[in-house]
């Protein structure tokens, strides 16, 4: 199992505007950054992971994009509805364990969340 290609994000245009206007959180390991999506249909909250080649190489790479994408098939719940998070991998990624990164990646959910629903976002349960 894996993230469908519809929960991922693909154009530059959306990465520019989480860029610009999402709330960014440095996590040691990862930059998380998060924005919710302003639709009237309701949708999915969708993902991209990114990983330069000074993360390292191309297997260390993958492995991170796999491991952030399966913390966020199985904690997508603790996200604001319609929400676009961008994981910028760091190359210390993998001096951390699985359960690190992914307590780390729930408290940058929890904390996207407070200050989303804080901002007048609609607060999700």
């Known amino acids: 199992m894996g993230v469908p290609a519809s929960q991922r ?3 530059q245009s959306e ?3 989480i860029r610009s206007k ?8 990862f930059i998380f950054q998060c924005l ?16 330069s080649r000074r ?8 492995r991170g994009k796999r491991t952030f ?6 904690h997508q719940g603790e996200l604001p509805a319609q929400s676009d998070v961008v994981v910028v991998l760091r190359s210390s990624f993998d001096r951390h364990s699985y359960a690190d990164l992914e307590s780390s990646f ?18 999700t349960e």
């Open 55 to 62: 993360v390292g190489n191309a297997v260390k790479r993958n």
């Open 106 to 123: 729930l408290r940058a959910c929890s904390s996207c969340k407070g200050t989303l629903s804080e901002a007048g976002g609609p607060a």
């Open 15 to 17: 990465f520019q505007q």
């Open 36 to 51: 919710q999506r302003e639709t009237e249909t309701p949708s999915a909250c969708r993902l991209s992971v990114i990983a």
């Open 9 to 11: 994000l693909r154009k």
């Open 22 to 29: 999402g709330k960014r959180i440095h996590c040691g390991s």
């Open 69 to 74: 994408r399966e913390i966020f098939r199985q």
